[in-house]
Nanobody, 123 residues
């Protein structure tokens, strides 16, 4: 399976960050996967933002829950991230990934990851 992130590289403060992950070679309804969003700011570790499961259940990191929404389009094998009211602290490299439940939240990469996309929040 191959995952590919797309979306704007520059977002203004207070606006909404929107990213799409397109999955090639595997359906996002395939059992027992967590279709995840992760970010990594310069000099920091992985921060797991949340996921949408194969059945459509969503989970969000408590620290980002109030600003995060993850949805999917099963007809296109895509899932999306929306992060509202962004600030410069949201500047990071954003990844989408397909992971098993036991691999969610790890400090290292497991499963299948996209190459990531840089998002900068700046006016």
């Amino acid at each position: 399976v191959h995952l590919e992130e797309s979306g704007p590289g520059l977002v203004k403060p207070s606006q909404t960050l929107s990213l799409i992950c397109t999955v090639f070679g595997g359906a996002i309804t395939t059992n027992d996967y967590y279709w995840s969003w992760i970010r990594q700011a310069p000099g920091k570790g992985l921060e797991w933002i949340g996921y949408i499961s194969s059945s459509g259940y969503t989970y969000y990191s408590p620290s980002l829950k109030s600003r995060t929404s993850i949805s999917r389009d099963t007809s296109k094998d895509q899932f999306t991230l929306q992060l509202t009211s962004v600030t410069p602290e949201d500047t990071a490299h954003y990844y989408c990934a397909r992971v098993r439940g036991q691999d969610y939240g790890l400090e290292y990469r497991a499963g299948d990851w996209g190459q990531g996309t840089q998002v900068t929040v700046s006016s």
